[in-house]
Each structure stands twice: as structure tokens, then as C-alpha cells.
């Protein structure tokens, strides 16, 4: 008799341990991180290219706005730059001035004078070697020679100064206008840019908020996108379950309708702890505080935002 209750203990024993070691459930949901797209111009939307609910992928155009003002400042500013290139081209080139070319004639007539004055030099140094002459007078056509080869130097700098003096400061001034004008045209086509939207990721349309030929404000989402890897589940453990959590630990949850568990991963646990969130409804914890667990979702487009889940913590 006392061996049958000694085994009737440690079987009941064995049954409630294995009780202990069954998983905690946790209520959550699935929840979405919505991308809301906008342009920073405003404008009256002109084309919408998706509805809600419509799968996109990655670079597909989404919607456009009127282009209005933007692509009349683009081509402004196209015909200004091709303006002022043109300016700048027309002052790089050289010009034949009559400044100039009296600088040329002034060049021309010192070398005529330098080749006779350097045949005067040889002159006089054959007279004095035959002593016909005394030095000064070699001297004198020496000077006279290394004058006129400072002169035609100073000739051709003051040509040089005369192509190239004050056109050198207008073309500096005009490639600065070059550079700003490109600069500006860049910006304004970046504006006119952003009249079109375009899908950042792939994903889903979850929800649109104009129709074509309402007028959008500057900033204001025209529609929403959902990437799959932005769906995950939250949910609530008390502070008694958080030492068995950590990132990067692999759960299994639950959900209404699923024929198998899902699996997620944990990526955010919460630094500090809250009230219970009135979506979670329980008696029994409702004045404890509980920490806000999220994880990602391994195949995360079989769920819907919304979607209630059970979370097995063992």
C-alpha cells in the first residue's frame, strides 16, 4: 500500500514538473512600420500609378506631380548657362585690337632697329681692333644694342598684357558664373525631381490619401509603403521573464488561422520597463509593469499588421 502511494506521489511529481516546464504564452500582434513617401514640393497630383494594396518592387514609379513651377526654372536656367558658356568661349578666344596690333608694329620695328644696331656693334669692334676708333664709341654701340633688346622685351609683355590684362579678369569672372549657374541647374532639376516618388524598397501599397487633381502640400504623404522586412510582432513579458530573452534569440509564437508556428527573431527589447498596454487585456497582471519586446518575422509576408499572436517563451 505504501509503495503504491509512494508511486502515485512521484508520479504527480513528474506531471506538475512537466507542467513547470511548458511555455509561457504572451499576447502580441503584428504591427507594420509604414514608409510614408511625400514630395518636398507641393503640387497638384497628376498621375497615380498604384492602388492600395498593390505589390511593388524596388525603383517602380509611384506617383507625380504637376511639374509646374520647377521645369520652368530647369529650363531657365538651361538657356542661361548655354548663354553665359557662350560668353565665356567668346572672351577666351583671342582679339586682334588695334591696341594690339600697334604693339605688333612697335615689336617689328625694334627688331629691324636691333639687327642694325647689331651690325653697328660689329662695326665698331672691327674699327677699334684696327684701331681706327677708341672704345667709347664701342661702348656707346653696345648700349645702344642691349637698349633695344630691353625694349623689344618690354614690347611684347606689353603685348601680352594687352591680351590677356583685363579679359583675364572678365573670364575669371565669367567661369565663376558658369560654375553657379550649373550649380543652380542641378538644384532645380533635383527639385523637379522629387515631383516624381518612386518605391525606396519593395513591398506593398498599405494605403493611399490623394486622389489625381488634388492639390498636395509640400511634405504631405501621398501614400504609404510596406516592406516585408518591416513587419514584425510586438508583445509584453513581466519583469520576471526578461532574463530569458535576449537580441538575437529565435522565438516561436502562434497566430488564428496559421496550420504551423511561425518563427521570429528578437531585435529590440526595451530599456525600460511599462503599464500594461491597454490592448493586452489581463486581470492578473494589470497593475504589474511588463517590458516591450519586438522581433522579426522570418517570413514576414504570411501576416497581416493587425494580427493577433500568442509568443511561447519556454
Known amino acids: 500500500m505504501k509503495i503504491g502511494l509512494l508511486t502515485l506521489f512521484l508520479c504527480a511529481m513528474v506531471l506538475l514538473s512537466a507542467c513547470d516546464r511548458s511555455p509561457k504564452q504572451y499576447q502580441g500582434y503584428v504591427e507594420g512600420e509604414n514608409i510614408y513617401l511625400a514630395s518636398p514640393n507641393s503640387g497638384i497630383l497628376k498621375q497615380l500609378f498604384v492602388h492600395r494594396g498593390d505589390q511593388v518592387k524596388k525603383g517602380q514609379i509611384l506617383f507625380q506631380l504637376d511639374e509646374d513651377p520647377q521645369i520652368l526654372v530647369v529650363k531657365q536656367y538651361e538657356a542661361d548657362l548655354v548663354q553665359a558658356q557662350k560668353t565665356l568661349n567668346d572672351l577666351e578666344q583671342p582679339r586682334r585690337t588695334p591696341e594690339i596690333e600697334a604693339i605688333k608694329a612697335q615689336i617689328e620695328q625694334t627688331e629691324a632697329r636691333l639687327k ?86 519593395a513591398g506593398y501599397i498599405f494605403d493611399t490619401y490623394f486622389q489625381v487633381g488634388e492639390f498636395v502640400a509640400n511634405e504631405q504623404a501621398v501614400l504609404s509603403l510596406l516592406p516585408p522586412q518591416y513587419v514584425r510582432i510586438q508583445f509584453f513579458v513581466p519583469v520576471d521573464i526578461l532574463p530569458r530573452l535576449k537580441r538575437g534569440q529565435r522565438i516561436q509564437f502562434l497566430c488564428f488561422g496559421c496550420s504551423s508556428r511561425g518563427t521570429a527573431v528578437i531585435n529590440y527589447i526595451s530599456p525600460e520597463a511599462e503599464y500594461v498596454p491597454p490592448l493586452v487585456f489581463s486581470r492578473e497582471n494589470n497593475d504589474k509593469l511588463v517590458f516591450r519586446i519586438k522581433a522579426r518575422i522570418d517570413q514576414p509576408e504570411k501576416f497581416k499588421p493587425g494580427q493577433p499572436v500568442t509568443v511561447l517563451i519556454p
Request: glycine share 2%; hydrophobic share 40%; proline share 1%.
Open 116 to 201: 642694325l644696331a647689331e651690325i653697328r656693334v660689329r662695326r665698331m669692334q672691327t674699327l677699334y681692333a684696327k684701331q681706327a676708333i677708341d672704345k667709347d664709341s664701342v661702348d656707346a654701340a653696345i648700349a645702344r644694342y642691349k637698349e633695344l633688346q630691353q625694349l623689344k622685351i618690354q614690347y611684347e609683355s606689353n603685348l601680352q598684357l594687352a591680351r590677356l590684362g583685363s579679359r583675364n579678369e572678365q573670364v575669371k569672372a565669367q567661369q565663376a558664373q558658369v560654375i553657379s549657374l550649373t550649380a543652380r541647374l542641378k538644384e532645380a532639376q533635383w527639385q523637379l525631381n522629387q515631383k516624381r516618388m518612386y518605391a525606396p524598397a
